[in-house]
């Protein structure tokens, strides 16, 4: 079972930037993706990204591509999300989340551990 505890979320004008972060424990971290999704009010939750175990292979949403990056460091057992020219859109509850496997994809699926969301609140 890994633990996860995000942090980094806030309060931004549009354009701003923010950089969540997600630290883990209870699993050896490089062996395993990791994933951020997000959830606004309302709506379902949904993929944002994806980085393989090493952190040479990444994914994204197409509304956050070229805006977001993902990260990690596997000395420190923590995934970043680096958020830049942020929209009101990205108006959300963050969540990271670790993959069963040491590569992930968009999908939900075989994401098995959640941590508790950092809000997000991007202002016009």
């Known amino acids: 079972q890994v633990q996860l505890v995000e942090s980094g979320g806030g309060l931004v004008q549009a354009g701003g930037s923010l950089r969540l972060s997600c630290a883990t424990s209870?699993?050896?971290?490089?062996?395993?993706?990791m994933g951020w999704f997000r959830q606004a009010p309302g709506k379902e939750r949904e993929f944002v990204a994806v980085i393989n175990w090493s952190g040479g292979s990444t994914n994204y949403a197409d509304s956050v591509k070229g805006r977001f990056t993902i990260s990690r460091d596997n000395a420190k057992n923590t995934v970043y999300l680096q958020m830049n020219s942020l929209k009101p859109e990205d108006t959300a509850v963050y969540y990271c989340a670790a993959h069963r496997f040491p590569y992930g994809s968009s999908s939900s699926t075989n994401f098995r551990s959640w941590g508790q969301g950092t809000q997000v609140t991007v202002s016009s």
């Open positions: 209870g699993r050896t971290f490089s062996n395993y993706a």
